[in-house]
């Protein structure tokens, strides 16, 4: 039995014979005694039990024998030093703690230090808040079904002003007129580079469109038949016109064979007032002064079907001008609604769902992704006639461009992504560095091919 048991025994027993009733100090004392025991749990794991059981047993009678006997000194020499060899002059046998043990680095000091500095964090980009250049753009016609600017891979911007439109060249800032349309022809209603920079489509209010050569200046074919009204919207795919009247109609031109017109998309009730190819060429989204916006899978167009179209969207409640697919996430469209609508909305253009919506507060009129960064550029009309750039996904306003005093209506980007061009009824054309200096990746080398063909440089 432990001796502090045997106390509290010794003190229960007295207590039941009334030896200290009589005494209440000792009653106090032995409350906070009982209260206040602990037993020490002695470390094993510090504990020397070969050093320990020696001093109980043979260390005790060593010390016992030397009172009787004089030992001689070399035997107190051997012993002297053997005690201190195995640190037997230790006086300790029970340890309650030990030294807490020296820490191993998993991972070296060197390397620790690189791994937790914080990322620098990329410097805030300088937008400016005015236009670089600006440019007169006389007659311009002030209408939301147009589109009348289109910057092409050549770095050329085509620009239409009434029933002329003009070249102008971003490389060396010179200008040049295209072709001037008749009267019973124009105004011209919409303008469109092909992907190799040297053909371009010119939409007509008489309901026809032009194809020309700009290198050599000339009219290679007009397509006619197929609409009814002016053409407001055109795009490319590859070798593929595809149109967009007034009269609802799309129509696909296959600009390489007499019989040009391969298909249409009909729905829209009212004149289609945007089209955009998607960068797979696999679906195409055109919005309409109807307040729909259509989504169409190239492989369900035929001439003869009334009804092919893949979604029918019907949540802006104007008329859908702005288009633009995301350029880094595949089936992802957003659009803009008019002057009662004001909402910008992202599009699943897979399943038809509506992924996101903010209210702009005034007219959407045209809508540009960043190419290098993830930001989406609207421009609008009423108030403040503003460029508005968007964080995407958070939809935070990191900035707002104002200079035009009328609707801007007109937007595109040059081909490096960096320059925006704005056209407004205010007959000015401004140019705005809204999306910065793109950043300049290295190529990275190219392996060395050790295939069974890898001898072969070419094959005549």
Not at 46 to 65: I, P, S, V
Request: some cysteine.
């Amino acid at each position: 039995m432990a001796a502090s048991d045997r106390l509290s025994a010794l003190l229960v027993r007295r207590l039941s014979k009334g030896s200290l009733g009589s005494c209440p100090e000792l009653m106090m004392q032995f409350r906070h005694t009982r209260e206040n025991l602990d037993r020490f749990i002695p470390n094993r794991s510090a504990m020397d039990f070969d050093f320990a059981h020696y001093m109980l047993n043979e260390g005790r009678t060593g010390k016992e024998n030397k009172k009787g006997a004089v030992s001689s000194l070399s035997k107190e020499a051997y012993l002297k030093l053997l005690a201190e060899t195995f640190n037997m002059n230790r006086t300790r046998i029970l340890a309650f703690k030990n030294k807490p043990p020296t820490p191993v680095e998993l991972i070296p000091h060197q390397f620790y230090s690189s791994v937790h500095q914080s990322k620098p964090s990329k410097p805030l980009r300088h937008i400016p808040q005015s236009s670089e250049k600006t440019l007169a753009a006389p007659d311009i016609i002030d209408d939301y079904c147009l589109n009348l600017i289109d910057w092409g891979s050549n770095n050329v911007l085509a620009l239409a002003l009434e029933n002329t439109v003009y070249l102008w060249d971003a490389s060396n800032g010179s200008a040049s007129e295209l072709v001037t349309v008749d009267d019973e022809d124009g105004p011209v209603t919409s303008v469109s580079w092909a992907a190799d920079g040297q053909h371009i489509a010119i939409g007509l209010n008489s309901s026809s469109v032009q194809l020309w050569d700009s290198t050599a200046n000339r009219l290679l074919r007009t397509l006619k038949g197929g609409h009814q009204s002016r053409v407001g919207s055109l795009d490319w795919k590859n070798h593929i016109l595809t149109t967009g009247g007034r009269d609802g109609k799309i129509i696909n031109n296959d600009v390489r064979v007499r019989s040009h017109i391969v298909a249409t998309f009909a729905g829209h009730q009212q004149e289609v007032c945007g089209l955009k190819w998607s960068s797979s060429g696999q679906q195409l989204a055109s919005g309409g002064n109807d307040n729909l916006l259509y989504i169409w899978d190239r492989s369900m167009a035929s001439m003869d079907s009334r009804s092919q179209w893949l979604h029918k969207l019907e949540d802006h409640s104007a008329a859908v001008r702005a288009l633009a697919w995301c350029p880094f996430q595949r089936n992802l469209l957003v659009s803009g609604g008019g002057g009662s609508d004001c909402c910008i909305k992202f599009w699943d253009t897979h399943t038809g769902a509506c992924l996101d919506s903010v209210d702009t507060g005034s007219q959407v009129c045209a809508l540009l992704w960043n190419r290098n960064e993830r930001e989406l550029l609207s421009s609008h009309g009423s108030m403040q006639n503003q460029l508005t750039l968007w964080k995407y996904p958070s939809l935070v306003r990191i900035a707002e461009l104002t200079g035009h005093t009328s609707r801007v209506l007109f937007m595109d980007q040059s081909p490096d992504g960096r320059t925006v061009v704005t056209a407004a009824g205010d007959e000015t054309l401004r140019f705005w560095n809204a999306f910065g200096t793109p950043e300049v990746k290295k190529d990275a080398p190219k392996a060395e091919q050790h295939g069974p063909f890898s001898h072969i440089r070419q094959i005549r």
